[in-house]
């Protein structure tokens, strides 16, 4: 009868533990009233009272654990499953959250800023912990053409795609443009002083605006920029045709429409009514500007 009930208690984790904490808080008073009676010096008897009150309570926490470690085990595996289960489950979440807080150390852009990030290009209008906002602008960049698509962009994307804050570049770019012609056995250089002539005119008028933007641009982020000369390039296609590559420093609302004057001025050229034998035009054609 007293083994099985020896067994019962001993089985008991709860009485257990309950009996071994009064066993120790018991032998503790008995100890601690044993050095108040002894007729020690009075630091002694403290110092003693005090190495019996920490070893009871570090004997009582050993002697918990080893009475409770399957069920800490157990427990401390399940705190463990579900933690991976939480991490699984948010891990687009907490990768959104390190990217946030990524974007803001590293405060690549703002609101109001033009980005490209990968193959998005819009203005800001938004930007928390999770996401991005962008109002998209027409891919070709042109113009403040507002395609009136929003575009939620999540933050984690910040650890895989490039950002480009195009911010600088909001008001002049640098336009490159190509036109191609088939070659019809005459000199595709003899254009060149023509054409150099007529994109000179057609950027005249923002010509100093330009100048100055460029060198604020080259003090701002501390470049140097081909500056606002227009470049112009000869070269040949796959096919054989000679390819005129125009690059200028314009007003983006201003771009589209000089690509089409030159356009017209190189097609005027090469096929107008004044046109001369080999295909050139006389000294004395105008094209409009």
Same mark, same amino acid.
């Given at each position: 009868m007293l083994i099985e009930l020896y067994h019962k208690f001993a089985d008991n984790k709860l009485v257990l533990s309950l009996l071994l904490i009064a066993t120790v808080i018991l032998l503790r008073f008995l100890l601690t009233?044993? #050095?108040?009676?002894?007729? *020690?010096?009075?630091?002694? +008897?403290?110092?003693?009272?005090?190495? +019996?009150? @920490?070893?009871?309570?570090?004997?009582?926490?050993?002697?918990?654990?080893?009475?409770?470690?399957?069920?800490?085990?157990? #427990?401390?595996?399940?705190?463990?499953?579900?933690?991976?289960?939480?991490?699984i489950a948010l891990r687009d979440v907490v990768a959104c959250l390190v990217g946030g807080l990524y974007q803001a150390s590293m405060?690549?852009?703002?609101?109001?800023? *033009?980005?490209?990030?990968?193959?998005? #290009? !819009?203005?800001?209008?938004?930007?928390?912990?999770?996401?991005?906002?962008?109002?998209?602008?027409?891919?070709?960049?042109?113009? @403040?053409g507002y395609t009136g698509t929003t575009l939620y962009v999540p933050n984690n994307v910040f650890f895989t795609q490039p950002v480009k804050n195009l911010n600088f570049m909001r008001r002049y770019i640098e336009h490159t443009f190509a036109i191609v012609r088939e070659n019809k056995g005459d000199n595709p250089f003899a254009i060149k002083p023509y054409i150099t002539e007529r994109v000179l005119e057609h950027c005249e008028s923002f010509k100093d605006v330009a100048e100055r933007?460029?060198?604020?641009? $080259?003090?701002?982020? !501390?470049?140097?920029?081909?500056?606002? /000369?227009?470049?112009?390039?000869?070269?040949?296609?796959?096919?054989?045709?000679?390819?005129?590559?125009?690059?200028? #420093?314009?007003?983006? /609302? $201003?771009?589209t429409n000089i690509e089409q004057k030159v356009t017209e001025?190189?097609?005027?050229? *090469?096929? !107008?009514?004044?046109? !001369?034998?080999?295909?050139?035009?006389? /000294?004395? +054609? /105008?094209?409009?500007?």
């Open positions: 009233l044993l #050095f108040k009676k002894s007729g *020690w010096a009075r630091q002694d +008897v403290r110092r003693r009272i005090h190495m +019996v009150h @920490n070893f009871s309570n570090l004997l009582m926490v050993i002697s918990l654990f080893a009475i409770w470690v399957s069920e800490l085990r157990d #427990f401390a595996l399940s705190i463990a499953a579900f933690s991976v289960a939480i991490v405060r690549s852009f703002t609101i109001g800023d *033009w980005v490209r990030i990968g193959d998005q #290009f !819009g203005e800001v209008i938004d930007n928390n912990w999770l996401s991005t906002t962008l109002l998209e602008i027409d891919p070709h960049g042109l113009g @403040n933007y460029c060198k604020l641009i $080259e003090s701002r982020m !501390g470049v140097d920029l081909a500056g606002t /000369e227009p470049k112009i390039k000869f070269s040949t296609s796959e096919l054989g045709h000679d390819v005129l590559t125009i690059t200028l #420093f314009c007003p983006r /609302e $201003e771009a001025d190189f097609y005027l050229f *090469w096929y !107008g009514a004044k046109a !001369g034998p080999a295909g050139g035009a006389l /000294e004395s +054609v /105008e094209a409009p500007v």
